[in-house]
């Protein structure tokens, strides 16, 4: 995997976002952007939440959380030939 190169900020920001994908922390950050680059982070940073959510849901199947990831990677994917950079979650 490619390394990343975060400035600070975009750390405190990842960090902020995987803080609120495992423990729904709060998440207030405003993003600024084109609309597609903004809409595909939305969606990434979206099904990245729904997939660790199903991850730690009781009673989850392996078919559900196998959707989710495919979901999540589908997500990535369209942030990457969007963005230019791979979604690092």
Same mark, same amino acid.
């Given at each position: 995997? !490619?390394?990343l190169n975060l400035t600070p900020v975009g750390k405190?920001?990842?960090a902020s976002l995987i803080a609120w994908l495992v423990h729904d922390t709060k998440f207030n %950050?405003?993003?600024? $952007? +084109?609309?597609d680059k903004? *809409? !595909?982070m939305a969606k990434a940073i &979206? +099904? @990245?939440?729904?997939? *660790? *959510?199903?991850? !730690?849901?009781? $009673?989850?199947?392996?078919? +559900?959380?196998i959707a989710k990831l495919n979901l999540k990677n589908i997500s990535a994917n369209e942030?990457? @030939? &969007?963005? $230019? !950079?791979? %979604?690092?979650?």
């Open positions: 995997m !490619a390394e405190l920001f990842f %950050w405003k993003l600024r $952007g +084109s609309p903004v *809409q !595909a &979206i +099904s @990245s939440k729904r997939f *660790q *959510q199903e991850m !730690a849901k009781e $009673g989850a199947t392996v078919e +559900s959380v942030f990457t @030939s &969007i963005v $230019g !950079a791979p %979604w690092p979650l």
